[in-house]
T-cell receptor, first 115, second 114 residues
Framework: DAGVIQSPRHEVTEMGQEVTLRCKPI?????LFWYRQTMMRGLELLIY????????DSGMPEDRFSAKMPNASFSTLKIQPSEPRDSAVYFC?????????????FGPGTRLTVL | AQSVAQPEDQVNVAEGNPLTVKCTYS??????LFWYVQYPNRGLQFLLK??????LVKGSYGFEAEFNKSQTSFHLKKPSALVSDSALYFC????????????FGAGTRLFVKA
């Protein structure tokens, strides 16, 4: 199994530009999570999908952030317009089912730098 | 609301010595507890979890963790540390019975010196 796949691995952009991060979860997993990691704030849950449906997006910082999951094998996180404070490592994770006791499998992350 | 605390930013231990990384939690219901490890420039990897049953849980790479309900703790342990165990360790908690939201601790950096 290839694991969770994220692209790009690194993204450098200028303030005001649109950024799209992509994620392919592990086949057969029906829950998907987007996290953001920074030194200051640690690991933050942004949004959670179950069976392609957004369940909780309360962690999304503001309206500049949006996430979609058009099918079971693909999700995107979009930032428009981007700002320097969005610089972070963004992780996608997937898991089996919607139950509490299943662990999550993390992708390698996308390191975003907004200049 | 659920929360998890890792009181130590960093733990230093000599290779071959036992190690402990501390974690305490707070949930209103039954806790589901997890440990993850993160190596440089990598995503988090699952180590072990406590759901129910035996309070001592064994996981990957020789790690184990002990669930203590009275102290609301879930400390990660290993009898003999390796240099390759040096990494960032995260404790995480989920509220049982349908809770999906995982709350991660701030992380503890483990340094194992040869």
């Amino acid at each position: 199994d290839a694991g969770v796949i994220q692209s790009p691995r690194h993204e450098v952009t200028e303030m005001g530009q649109e950024v799209t991060l992509r994620c392919k979860p592990i086949s057969g997993h029906n829950s998907l999570f987007w996290y953001r990691q920074t030194m200051m704030r640690g690991l933050e849950l942004l949004i959670y999908f179950n069976n392609n449906v957004p369940i909780d997006d309360s962690g999304m910082p503001e309206d500049r952030f949006s996430a979609k999951m058009p099918n079971a094998s693909f999700s995107t996180l979009k930032i428009q317009p981007s700002e320097p404070r969005d610089s972070a490592v963004y992780f996608c994770a997937s898991g089996r089912g919607g139950t509490s006791y299943n662990e999550q499998f993390f992708g390698p992350g996308t390191r975003l730098t907004v200049l | 609301a659920q929360s998890v605390a890792q009181p130590e930013d960093q733990v230093n231990v000599a290779e071959g010595n036992p190690l402990t990384v501390k974690c305490t939690y707070s949930v209103s219901g039954n806790p589901y507890l997890f440990w993850y490890v993160q190596y440089p420039n990598r995503g988090l990897q699952f180590l072990l979890k406590y759901i129910t049953g035996d309070n001592l849980v064994k996981g990957s790479y020789g790690f184990e963790a002990e669930f203590n309900k009275s102290q609301t703790s879930f400390h990660l342990k290993k009898p003999s540390a390796l240099v390759s165990d040096s990494a960032l360790y995260f404790c995480a908690v989920r509220e049982g019975a349908g809770g999906f939201k995982t709350i991660f601790g701030a992380g503890t950096r483990l340094f194992v010196k040869a």
